[in-house]
């Protein structure tokens, strides 16, 4: 079994990561209509009432874009992403007041009260996580279909289309 680089372990890589992530030159950029039509439509397709494309940093979660939430960043200590990006499937959090990584988070106890979370990682070609477009809700749901976590995956797939298109072009700050 081949292991990508950027998934050999969870910390052991992490410098790697982070480098990865700066190679995209995405942090604390503008808005960009691309990237904010994608989280409308996964706000949309998932009935959720916030999308994001989050980006994981060092020490903080910072949105690329958010629908439906109006901050641009929280501390990673916080983020359900910097949990998602561990792995290289869609992290599914029914009902986060139930689950113990969550249930006393600050976002899981006060505004935006999350309780559902499904999160697919933005892997780069050579298997490095650099966050997740996820979709969450005030509401906790039973968890997600198959389909729909291919879906997710897909968008996610097409967010990193999006960030490759961008880096090529030399759009990268």
């Known amino acids: 079994m081949e292991v990508k ?21 995405l942090l604390d950029t503008p808005s960009e209509e691309g990237f904010d039509r994608l989280t409308r439509v996964a706000a ?13 940093d060092r020490d903080r979660q ?11 960043e929280t501390p990673r200590e916080w983020a359900f992403c910097a949990h998602a990006i561990r792995g290289t499937e869609v992290m599914v959090v029914a009902d986060a007041t139930r689950d113990p990584r969550f249930r006393d988070n600050p976002l ?6 999350i309780r559902f979370y499904a999160g697919a990682p933005l892997l780069t070609g050579d298997g490095f996580a650099l966050g997740t ?4 809700d005030a509401t906790p ?33």
């Open 5 to 25: 680089r950027g998934l050999m372990s969870e910390d052991s890589n992490e410098a790697d990561r982070l480098a990865a992530l700066a190679r995209y030159g």
């Open 44 to 56: 949309f397709l998932f009935s959720a009432p916030i999308a994001l494309i989050s980006l994981v």
């Open 62 to 72: 910072w949105f690329k874009s958010a629908c439906g939430l109006a901050g641009r």
């Open 108 to 113: 899981v106890t006060g505004p935006p009260h």
């Open 133 to 136: 477009l996820c979709v969450i």
């Open 141 to 173: 749901r039973p968890g997600m279909s198959g389909a729909h976590q291919l879906i997710l995956r897909d968008l996610a797939s097409v967010v990193m289309d999006l960030l490759e298109l961008r880096r090529m072009r030399g759009d990268v700050h």
